[in-house]
């Protein structure tokens, strides 16, 4: 018992863990739509990535419950046929019991009879023992001498035979008497062991049906909890995930948009200032810590939209999203970039970008198109 009661504890515990975390899960959905106003694509992008990696944990989850769920199956046909097979020799053991109830009846009735027999010799051996010893014991020479003639003769002592064989059989008869009714109080006692072997057979039997039944109807409940829990959670991910994949997909366009904006009215200062040589190429990258941006605008509006932004949940923040390892790796002061001016921002930023060759330290480089 102590055994079921653990296997129901853990499995309950695993379905009550699952559906927290689908309430996580729902939580974290509504706070992240919620909480950030204008997240930058790379937090976005980290955001799916982080959906992606909790929808294959879940599926694998789910792989294990259903694997689990096929294995108890197994279990619960196992089971029925041993029911089946147990209730089989649980009617077996039901006829047997009537007829072992029957021959109880039987021999208590015989035990009845043979007593009551028993009974009726002992009291006739009793009387011949008293008419014996009451009267006196006949003998042969008074028989012979008392006898009126030789067939008077004849006739008492075949009479004093019959009298003899007669005692003797009355002897022989409550022996055969006692010896019957020993017997089939023995036999008695042995069909009532048999009946209660057989009734206790039963019960455990039956004892132990319920047991297992109770057993596999605990799993599959818990089971089928955890599953469904689990199957909720899935979806929760799979519906963040469409509305983060929907969130790139405008921020892209508006960046698109504003990039197209920016490279026209580029093109127009610089069609205004040298009108007599056309504006080519992409806007400068490197304009030094007085002001503009030392790597590609692009990658700028990718990961803060030129915004001093606080850490994200990678850690990264500041006009460049630097993650405080790397803004200490190469020379940024205090613990996050965002704490600090532009300018210092910028000077750590050329180091980083270090002509290009830096560039993979922004994820926006290769969303666009930069490396």
Same mark, same amino acid.
């Given at each position: 018992?102590?055994?079921?009661?653990?296997?129901?504890?853990?499995?309950?515990?695993?379905?009550?863990?699952?559906?927290?975390?689908?309430?996580?899960?729902?939580?974290?959905?509504?706070? %992240?739509?919620?909480?950030?106003?204008?997240?930058?694509? $790379?937090?976005?992008?980290?955001?799916?990535?982080?959906?992606?990696?909790?929808? *294959?944990?879940?599926?694998?989850?789910?792989?294990?419950?259903?694997?689990?769920?096929?294995?108890?199956?197994?279990?619960? +046909? !196992?089971? /029925?046929?041993?029911?089946?097979?147990?209730?089989?020799? !649980?009617?077996?053991?039901?006829?047997?019991?009537?007829?072992? *109830?029957?021959? !109880?009846?039987?021999?208590?009735?015989?035990?009845?009879?043979?007593?009551?027999?028993?009974?009726? +010799?002992?009291?006739?051996? %009793?009387?011949?023992?008293?008419?014996?010893?009451?009267?006196?014991?006949?003998?042969?020479?008074?028989?012979?001498?008392?006898?009126?003639?030789?067939?008077?003769?004849?006739?008492?002592?075949?009479?004093?035979?019959?009298?003899?064989?007669?005692?003797?059989?009355?002897?022989?008869?409550?022996?055969?008497?006692?010896?019957?009714?020993?017997?089939?109080?023995?036999?008695?006692?042995?069909?009532?062991?048999?009946?209660?072997?057989?009734?206790?057979?039963?019960?455990? /039997?039956?004892?132990?049906?319920?047991?297992?039944?109770?057993?596999?109807?605990?799993?599959?409940?818990? !089971?089928?909890?955890?599953?469904?829990?689990?199957?909720?959670?899935?979806?929760?991910?799979?519906?963040?995930?469409?509305?983060?994949?929907?969130?790139?997909?405008?921020?892209?366009?508006? /960046?698109?948009?504003?990039?197209?904006?920016?490279?026209?009215?580029?093109?127009?200062?610089?069609? +205004?200032?040298?009108?007599?040589?056309?504006?080519?190429?992409?806007?400068?990258?490197?304009?030094?810590?007085?002001?503009?941006?030392?790597?590609?605008?692009?990658?700028?509006?990718?990961?803060?939209?030129?915004?001093?932004?606080?850490?994200?949940?990678?850690?990264?923040?500041?006009?460049?999203?630097?993650?405080?390892?790397?803004?200490?790796?190469?020379?940024?002061? $205090?613990?996050?970039?965002?704490?600090?001016?532009?300018?210092?921002?910028?000077?750590?930023?050329?180091?980083? =970008?270090?002509?290009?060759?830096?560039?993979?330290? =922004?994820?926006?480089?290769?969303?666009?198109?930069?490396?």
């Amino acid at each position: 018992m102590s055994s079921s009661r653990r296997t129901r504890t853990v499995f309950l515990r695993l379905a009550a863990a699952t559906a927290t975390l689908v309430a996580v899960l729902a939580a974290t959905s509504a706070v %992240s739509l919620s909480s950030a106003a204008s997240p930058s694509l $790379g937090q976005l992008n980290s955001q799916l990535g982080q959906q992606q990696a909790r929808q *294959q944990s879940l599926a694998t989850s789910l792989g294990n419950l259903n694997e689990l769920i096929s294995s108890l199956d197994g279990q619960i +046909a !196992l089971v /029925q046929s041993r029911e089946s097979a147990v209730r089989t020799e !649980l009617a077996n053991d039901r006829l047997a019991l009537a007829r072992v *109830q029957a021959s !109880l009846a039987r021999e208590r009735k015989l035990l009845a009879l043979l007593r009551a027999r028993l009974a009726r +010799a002992r009291a006739a051996l %009793s009387r011949q023992l008293v008419s014996g010893y009451e009267a006196d014991k006949p003998d042969l020479v008074s028989v012979v001498l008392e006898a009126s003639g030789f067939a008077d003769l004849l006739d008492q002592i075949d009479f004093l035979r019959q009298a003899e064989q007669q005692q003797q059989s009355t002897i022989v008869a409550t022996r055969t008497a006692k010896a019957r009714a020993d017997s089939a109080a023995r036999q008695l006692a042995t069909l009532e062991a048999s009946d209660r072997q057989i009734t206790t057979a039963a019960y455990l /039997q039956a004892r132990a049906l319920a047991g297992m039944n109770a057993l596999l109807q605990s799993k599959q409940a818990a !089971l089928q909890q955890a599953q469904a829990a689990q199957q909720a959670a899935l979806q929760a991910s799979r519906a963040r995930a469409d509305q983060l994949h929907s969130a790139i997909s405008r921020l892209e366009a508006e /960046q698109a948009a504003q990039r197209a904006a920016a490279a026209a009215a580029a093109a127009q200062r610089s069609a +205004a200032a040298t009108p007599s040589v056309p504006s080519t190429g992409p806007p400068p990258t490197a304009l030094g810590p007085s002001g503009g941006w030392v790597i590609p605008y692009a990658i700028v509006l990718c990961e803060s939209g030129g915004q001093n932004l606080p850490p994200n949940s990678a850690g990264a923040s500041g006009y460049y999203q630097i993650i405080p390892s790397t803004w200490s790796e190469f020379g940024g002061t $205090g613990p996050a970039a965002y704490l600090t001016s532009k300018a210092e921002q910028d000077a750590v930023a050329s180091r980083i =970008w270090d002509g290009g060759r830096g560039a993979s330290a =922004w994820v926006c480089a290769g969303i666009v198109g930069i490396h």
